[in-house]
């Protein structure tokens, strides 16, 4: 095949993937790719740590509306099904921490903030929307993921979380 | 060979209108000096608007103010 | 005068939201103030905006002109007068998923001039956000009268069509297109605006006769503009119009910006704007004899000119302890100073001199806007 063709018929191969990337979890699920990033409180967490509990993955940014305002509806979901093995992480996509601080200092959360600043978390997951929230099940599979947040989005969430904690190691 | 590569991309692009979900080229994690507001196409809307007014009143031209986009790419 | 109220319509409500978010809910307050040309109008303008569950918004405005003219037309054909003008707008957005629906209403009203405008317009974003796709539609009902003539009413009906795409090109440039075309019917002039011809039996030299204008005129403006991000936080923009009607008017308008912020709280702003059009074809400044042709004009508006605008900006924004609904606000002020030069339009107050020889008119206006901000 013509080398000029190559790299226009893999983007329309990517975007047929992209389109056909179900919303809702199938038994094929993929595993959550794994990352080791930087941690707000200290030292680095990575996914692997984390294995064995129903984990949310949250993308945010400081400069991102929805974003911002779907963290108190995180706060609480992260307080009421932490002590039944479930964690979240929100990981930060702002390529400088100053402005995420300031955020925090003002909407303080007990969740673990995560730093991705070159962004190659977001990459190796794919992240196509602000917010993005992805569930990963106890065996580390990525089974639901969620664009964009309008306020209601956190039932759907509760509804999913409820349904991986149910669910065996 | 890059804008080739551009241009063949784009005219795909174009061609699959009905996805919504095609790669954008700035990703969504990267919009964060367009979603700042001082990116705005127009931050004061009742000035410009008035701006707009006073310009058209004494002018022969008019129009061609539409504006919209950019911003934060969120949901 | 008549000039400035056909454009009432024009103050449309911001009709093209960015699809996906619905934009803050915010109040302005303004104060307005132009002095140029001896015409000083001021006034305030009100522009409300809120948004129900990230679904809907509604925007409400008012505005008024009181005008003070003692403008180069009215000195040497009528007498200085004053009036005000009052407009009202409201206006409704619905946002599905990537889609935005808008309409408004406006209806702008003094004592020889009413004018009612409705929009339509639909907005989407696509190919991930970073293209914003808009159309628009404007439909315009206007009724002119004349003050101290009770028989003479008349109707302009307007209809203008516009397409408007935006478009993320890096992470730090986003560009703009956009296309209208606007198109107008029936009384198009000014119910008291002359033109003037040469006379020799007259005093001056030369003598008034009513103007008359085509009842249809058709214009196209295409712009283009776009605005960079700078790495140390600061933004420039640069916009061209490029426009053309039926009347043979052709315009070029160039604008540069650049917007500068300070910490979190001041924002200072700097623009310089050039605008140069040629004539009307039935324009002329004087003409050679009574009832020259069929269409008359001696509108400035409608001259060869050119204008230049330098205009400053100042922002300060803070967290009111006043007003705990208000979770931002901000105050604005903005200073322009146009220079309006007329290539054939002359200054009929100078006397004394053969009619066509009097100098070039031009005028400097002084704009201010003053404006409180608040965002909840």
């Known amino acids: 095949m013509k080398k000029i063709f190559r790299f226009p018929l893999a983007a329309l191969l990517a975007a047929l993937v992209a389109v056909a990337w179900p919303a809702a979890a199938t038994d094929g699920s993929p595993p959550a790719p794994a990352f080791k990033l930087a941690n707000r409180a200290g030292g680095d967490m990575s996914l692997s740590d984390l294995k064995g509990q129903v984990v949310m993955i949250n993308f945010w940014a400081s400069w991102c509306g929805p974003c911002r305002q779907e963290f108190p509806a995180l706060d609480q979901i992260y307080s009421k099904y932490k002590p039944m093995g479930f964690q979240m992480v929100a990981i930060n996509v702002e390529t400088e921490k100053a ?13 673990p903030i995560l730093f991705d600043p070159d962004n190659q978390v977001s990459g190796s997951y794919g992240v196509s929307a602000m917010p993005t929230t992805f569930l990963v099940d106890r065996q580390g599979r990525l089974r639901w993921q969620h664009r964009a947040y309008k306020p209601g989005d956190e039932a759907k969430y509760i509804e999913q979380i409820r349904q991986m904690l149910r669910e065996k190691s | 060979m890059k804008p080739v590569r551009l241009l063949g991309v784009a005219l795909l692009l174009l061609a699959a209108t009905g996805c919504s979900r095609l ?11 367009i979603a700042d507001p001082i990116m705005a196409w127009d931050r004061d809307p009742v000035s410009s608007s008035y701006m707009r007014h006073v310009y058209e009143a004494r002018e022969g031209a008019r129009g061609g103010a539409g504006a919209s986009g950019g911003g934060c790419g969120c949901n | 005068m008549q000039l400035i109220r056909r454009i009432a319509l024009f103050f449309l409500l911001p009709l093209t939201a960015v699809a996906g978010v619905l934009p803050e809910d915010r109040a302005d307050l303004m104060y307005h103030y132009y002095d140029g ?29 009181m005008i003070s003219s003692a403008s180069i037309d009215v000195i040497t054909t009528a007498s200085p007068y004053d009036e005000e003008r009052t407009q009202y707008g409201a206006g409704f957005e619905y946002l599905r998923g990537k889609v935005t629906y808008a309409a408004s209403f406006s209806n702008s009203s003094e004592n020889d001039y009413e004018a009612d405008t409705a929009s339509l317009s639909i907005s989407q974003d696509m190919f991930g956000d970073l293209t914003t796709v808009s159309l628009f539609f404007t439909r315009g009902w206007d009724d002119v009268t004349r003050r101290g003539d009770a028989t003479f009413a008349d109707e302009i009906d307007r209809r203008i069509y516009g397409v408007d795409v935006s478009q993320v090109a890096t992470k730090n440039l986003v560009l703009g297109l956009s296309f209208e075309a606007i198109t107008e019917e029936g009384f198009l002039n000014n119910p008291y605006r002359q033109v003037r011809y040469v006379d020799p039996d007259a005093a001056l030299g030369y003598s008034y006769e009513a103007e008359r204008y085509p009842r249809t005129r058709t214009g196209n403006a295409l712009s283009a503009r776009a605005r960079w991000y700078l790495p140390y936080r600061a933004a420039i923009q640069a916009d061209y119009r490029f426009y053309t009607d039926t009347w043979d008017l052709r315009s070029h308008t160039a604008e540069i910006a650049y917007t500068h912020p300070l910490d979190d709280e001041w924002t200072f702003d700097v623009h310089y704007r050039f605008n140069t059009q040629n004539e009307a074809e039935f324009y002329s400044d004087l003409f050679p004899r009574q009832d020259f042709q069929n269409f008359l004009a001696r509108d400035k508006e409608l001259a060869a000119m050119q204008s230049h605008t330098l205009g400053f900006g100042v922002a300060y924004e803070f967290k009111p302890s006043w007003a705990d609904f208000l979770g931002k606000a901000a105050i604005n002020l903005k200073y322009d100073r146009i220079r309006f030069d007329y290539d054939n339009f002359r200054d009929l107050r100078v006397t004394g001199v053969a009619p066509g020889t009097e100098p070039l008119y031009q005028f400097d206006a002084d704009v201010f806007r003053l404006f409180f901000s608040g965002w909840f």
């Open chain 1, 99 to 111: 402005d995420a601080e300031r955020f925090l200092g003002k909407t303080p959360v007990s969740f």
């Open chain 2, 23 to 33: 790669e954008p080229w700035v990703k969504p994690y990267e919009r964060e000096n």
């Open chain 3, 37 to 65: 040309g001896g015409v000083t109008i001021d006034g305030p303008s009100l522009l409300v905006r809120k948004k129900f569950a990230e679904k809907y918004a509604v925007s409400a405005s008012y505005y008024v002109d």
